[in-house]
């Protein structure tokens, strides 16, 4: 296997994709899915202009998702699991930026991330314990890394690409929970379409973007705060990177990480019934 242990950045993922087949395309028409009762499944600001798009037979590819684009590694009693996504440049119709689908990870889910190529928005959502909806987003260069909070949403725009980010994930033992989050991965229909979305997303403004959604998405989020990644991320995950991180699989580092992400990542309130579609 090539060697995947000599740093972040784009030779990562260069080597990475070498190796990789020719994953899952996530086109505009999987935007516009709906739950089992007919509720959207994910929140656009122009879905009738997503929707024109597609009945007039234009349906480009999002984002090529490689899952287990290296092998699954344990540690920690834990088996841990790792995806590559390369998203397009561009715009949707109406305006918003090329994005993920967006979705809810379980409670006991850590999940981290690292840009290796592009430019990318972040935006993660949940409540805290109190109740009161959090709202944060992040602009991600090559090398940055994001850990998304226990059980929450979050969404991934493109800024600049192509983009190309890698993940990690494991779901933590002594929580309770419906379904795990290899379960979610392999299930779309528990994935993506299990809860409402949060109805807040990206537009491009100039050469940069702002945060929009429907009224009742932005009465309840409000306008985001801007986040950076935290000293005790980069730490955690150490010099190499993440690649290196999920390939070496060390135990010493992959326990700082846990520990590390169960003392600072906030853990996410159980979300309303009326926010399930």
Same mark, same amino acid.
């Given at each position: 296997?090539?060697?995947?242990?000599?740093? @972040?950045?784009?030779?990562? !993922?260069?080597?990475?994709?070498?190796? #990789?087949?020719?994953?899952? %395309?996530?086109?505009?028409?999987? $935007?516009?899915?709906?739950?089992?009762?007919?509720?959207?499944?994910?929140?656009?600001?122009?879905? !009738?202009?997503?929707?024109?798009?597609?009945?007039?037979?234009?349906? @480009?590819?999002?984002?090529?998702?490689?899952?287990?684009?290296?092998?699954?590694?344990?540690? $920690?009693?834990?088996?841990?699991?790792? %995806? $590559?996504? &390369?998203?397009?440049?561009?715009?949707?119709?109406?305006?918003?930026?090329?994005?993920?689908?967006?979705?809810?990870?379980?409670?006991?889910?850590?999940?981290?991330?690292? &840009?290796?190529?592009?430019?990318?928005?972040?935006?993660?959502?949940?409540?805290?314990?109190?109740?009161?909806?959090?709202?944060?987003?992040?602009?991600?260069?090559?090398? %940055?890394?994001?850990?998304?909070?226990?059980?929450?949403?979050?969404?991934?725009? &493109?800024?600049?690409?192509?983009?190309?980010?890698?993940?990690?994930?494991? %779901?933590? @033992?002594?929580?309770?929970?419906?379904?795990?989050?290899?379960?979610?991965?392999?299930?779309?229909?528990?994935?993506?379409?299990?809860?409402?979305?949060?109805?807040?997303?990206?537009?491009?403004?100039?050469?940069?973007?702002?945060?929009?959604?429907?009224?009742?998405?932005? /009465?309840?989020?409000?306008?985001?705060?801007?986040?950076?990644?935290?000293?005790?991320?980069?730490?955690?995950?150490?010099?190499?990177?993440?690649? #290196? $991180?999920?390939?070496?699989?060390?135990?010493? *580092?992959?326990?700082?990480?846990?520990?590390?992400?169960?003392?600072?990542?906030?853990?996410?309130?159980?979300?309303?019934? !009326? /926010? *399930?579609?």
């Amino acid at each position: 296997m090539t060697d995947l242990a000599t740093g @972040p950045g784009p030779a990562a !993922g260069t080597a990475l994709l070498s190796a #990789a087949g020719d994953g899952v %395309d996530r086109h505009l028409s999987d $935007l516009l899915a709906t739950a089992a009762n007919g509720a959207p499944a994910c929140y656009l600001a122009d879905p !009738g202009a997503a929707r024109a798009a597609c009945e007039g037979g234009s349906d @480009p590819v999002l984002y090529t998702a490689h899952r287990d684009i290296l092998p699954p590694t344990r540690a $920690l009693g834990a088996e841990w699991f790792a %995806d $590559l996504c &390369v998203y397009r440049p561009g715009r949707l119709p109406g305006g918003e930026l090329n994005r993920s689908i967006g979705h809810w990870n379980t409670p006991a889910q850590l999940e981290v991330f690292e &840009v290796l190529s592009g430019r990318v928005l972040m935006i993660t959502a949940w409540h805290d314990p109190s109740g009161t909806p959090v709202l944060n987003w992040e602009a991600c260069e090559p090398g %940055d890394l994001v850990a998304v909070p226990f059980g929450a949403w979050h969404q991934t725009s &493109v800024l600049d690409g192509p983009a190309t980010v890698f993940n990690i994930y494991t %779901d933590l @033992p002594g929580t309770e929970q419906q379904h795990t989050s290899r379960h979610a991965a392999q299930h779309a229909e528990v994935k993506y379409r299990s809860s409402a979305p949060v109805e807040i997303t990206a537009i491009r403004a100039g050469t940069g973007f702002t945060l929009t959604g429907s009224r009742r998405g932005r /009465d309840h989020w409000g306008r985001g705060v801007r986040a950076v990644e935290p000293a005790w991320l980069r730490e955690a995950v150490g010099p190499k990177g993440l690649v #290196a $991180l999920h390939t070496s699989a060390c135990a010493d *580092r992959m326990s700082r990480l846990v520990d590390a992400a169960r003392t600072h990542l906030p853990q996410a309130q159980p979300r309303p019934e !009326g /926010d *399930r579609p």
